[in-house]
């Protein structure tokens, strides 16, 4: 099988899985909120990344796919556990805690994990495991989340993906598969979709719920990202941040403020798990 999964301490500390018949890998840096910060297919880097900001531990990271739990977004105010009050950052906290890798027992992709620790009961008082096997395919990243609930009460939670594709020229994009309407999260009114597309070089922030997959063309290098979802990883946000030439195109299981407002939120009960499915495919037009 022609995959390898390596070490490597350059230019930053990362492991590579790589399958040479696609002419594709995968990076990642698991004590980086198992962030993959690179992904290739067929020769072709698709991921934008930032590594000089991503070399200064004292800012976020812009770049790679980002793992956003046990909330996407933010939220307005303290949720509540029982008569408790807590309170969780923007997008959680795993993606700042350090993660184990490793290699599948198949050989075709990655498995990263993440438990919870003292720290995270101060915002999270849950027991958890969260298992994300990452499948590098033809064309494709294929990703599974299991969350296993291993306390005695029922957890809330959203689970989401922050990719940051990169793109040629942020005017020369179209986005297809988007429903008509959406909600631009600068004021959490409705809008219209195309008009947010419209707007992509100015920054945008926006969520929608599409009934198919979505796909992000880039005119220039004539690349296409599809975000297939399945239920209930069905959300969708698309952001830019100008100048940066990139677009997030972001599955997420809920939309932000969830664990306050109860909208789409996720629970899993005492005992058990939830499983959850997303895939990005990778085509020339």
Partial sequence: MPVSFKKKRNPYPHWEYSNTEYDSLIRIAPERGGLITEWRSEGKDLLYFDLERFLDEDKSVR????????????????????????????????????WSINLLKDKLGIRLKLVDTEDSHSCFP??????????????????????????????????????????????KIKIDGLPGKCI???????????????????????????????????????????????????????????????????????PRNSLVTGDRKLEIKPAQYIELFTTFKHNSF
Avoid at 221 to 236: A, K
Wanted: negative net charge; glycine residues 6%.
């Fill in 126 to 171: 849950f027991f958890f495991t969260l298992l994300m096997d990452v499948y590098l395919k033809e064309k494709s990243l294929q990703i599974s989340v299991k969350i296993y609930n291993q306390g005695q009460e029922s957890m809330p939670f959203s689970f989401g993906l922050h990719p940051y594709f990169q793109v040629s020229d942020l005017q």
């Fill in 184 to 254: 631009d999260q600068t004021n959490m009114k409705v809008t219209n979709a195309s008009d947010q597309i419209g707007i992509l070089d100015k920054g945008v922030d926006f969520l929608s719920y599409p009934s198919c997959s979505v796909k992000l063309f880039d005119c220039l290098s004539r690349n296409v990202i599809e975000l297939i979802h399945q239920e209930p990883m069905d959300t969708t946000v698309v952001w830019t941040d100008p100048p940066r030439q990139m677009v997030c195109l972001e599955p997420w299981t809920s």
């Fill in 63 to 98: 770049g790679g796919i980002p793992i956003l739990f046990p909330i996407c977004g933010d939220l307005s105010e303290s949720y509540l556990v029982g008569t408790n009050e807590y309170d969780l950052k923007q997008h959680g906290f795993a993606r700042d805690l350090p």
